[in-house]
């Protein structure tokens, strides 16, 4: 099964993430399949190719809870 979730990148108390698209068995710094966009939690930025998600979740590939949430802020989904 793939999801649709964060890989931690960036520097010690600076953190960024990756918005990816993995295995589900995967570890959270495991190789990712494909790269969606990137978010950084301190300065507020996220970034995302809406085409490439609506593609991937059209699959069947489910997010996480985290990623749902950033989904659903952005508008890409609906509740």
Same mark, same amino acid.
């Given at each position: 099964m793939l999801k649709l979730r964060l890989k931690r990148g960036g520097c010690k108390r600076q953190p960024a993430y990756r918005i990816v698209v993995i295995r589900s068995? %995967?570890?959270r710094e495991g190789k990712a399949i494909? %790269? =969606? /966009?990137?978010?950084k939690p301190i300065s507020n930025e996220f970034?995302?190719?809406t085409e490439r998600v609506k593609v991937r979740l059209a699959q069947g590939v489910q997010p996480t809870k985290t990623v749902k949430d =950033? =989904? =659903?802020?952005? /508008?890409i989904i609906n509740a």
């Open positions: 068995d %995967s570890p494909e %790269s =969606l /966009g990137f978010y970034v995302i190719n =950033l =989904l =659903l802020k952005a /508008g």
